[in-house]
């Protein structure tokens, strides 16, 4: 480095130490400093201080342009209002997508509830055919005498002998029950049920489970398992 570039590096050295300048970097390596005062000189001559073995960190934008200490300020107050604003947008699409999801389970809930009745409906009727096409095909059925049907010609064969030859003309209540979602396509549901037969006998009281998965727009049973209690009173 030639003796007059050795000079004016110390001249603004010094001078960039004596004005604590609040923007000044200083690599140890290369003693380079990014300084706007250096934005002042010549190309020729900035390149003689800089040398041929390092690389200048004056940007130059950043260099031609002042940087006082309000600026510095003012662009830690325009990021810390930027992150707050998307802090702000992140927690409302959380927000938005929590009740989403809530209001989706609420209309799952509903439809399962709306199929439960619809499935008594068919059941007080004695349709058997129409009580079947609740369960999916390959549905499993365990019936309250402990009888076991496999798919949805077996129950609905199974449907046909109880409302037309154990229990006919009996008719059934049940509660609204609760549901308990598993996952977006499968649910639990389970109720008290009463059968009541024709006449003056005395009715039947249980309680059913029925695992239920949505199958085209439908929650239709996957697996019933209805559940006679002995006589007597009911348990509570």
């Not at 989403?100 to 349709?127: C, H, L, P, R, V």
């Not at 398992?225 to 009173?233: R, S, T, V, W």
Request: aromatic share 8%; charged share 20%.
């Amino acid at each position: 480095m030639e003796r007059g570039s050795r000079r004016r590096w110390r001249y603004w050295w010094r001078r960039a130490r004596c004005a604590r300048v609040p923007h000044l970097v200083v690599t140890r390596r290369s003693r380079i400093a990014s300084v706007s005062p250096f934005s002042r000189l010549p190309g020729n001559e900035l390149s003689a201080i800089v040398g041929d073995r390092h690389q200048s960190l004056i940007g130059t934008e950043y260099a031609s342009r002042p940087h006082s200490a309000s600026d510095v300020q003012e662009g830690a107050m325009n990021r810390l209002v930027v992150c707050l604003a998307v802090a702000f947008l992140f927690a409302c699409s959380n927000e938005n997508s929590g009740q989403k999801g809530a209001n989706m389970q609420s209309s799952d809930e509903q439809a399962i509830f709306s199929e439960t009745e619809a499935f008594a409906d068919a059941w007080n009727k004695g349709d058997a055919k129409a009580a079947a096409s609740f369960y999916t095909r390959d549905a499993v059925r365990v019936g309250a005498f402990g009888d076991v049907q496999h798919g949805q010609a077996a129950i609905e064969a199974a449907y046909d002998q109880l409302l037309h030859q154990t229990m006919s003309g009996a008719r059934v209540k049940q509660e609204r029950g609760s549901v308990r979602m598993l996952s977006p396509e499968l649910a639990v549901w389970q109720a008290r049920i009463e059968i009541v037969p024709p006449g003056a006998g005395s009715s039947l009281k249980g309680h059913v489970v029925q695992v239920m998965t949505k199958a085209t727009g439908r929650w239709l049973i996957l697996e019933a398992h209805p559940k006679i209690f002995p006589p007597g009173p009911a348990p509570s």
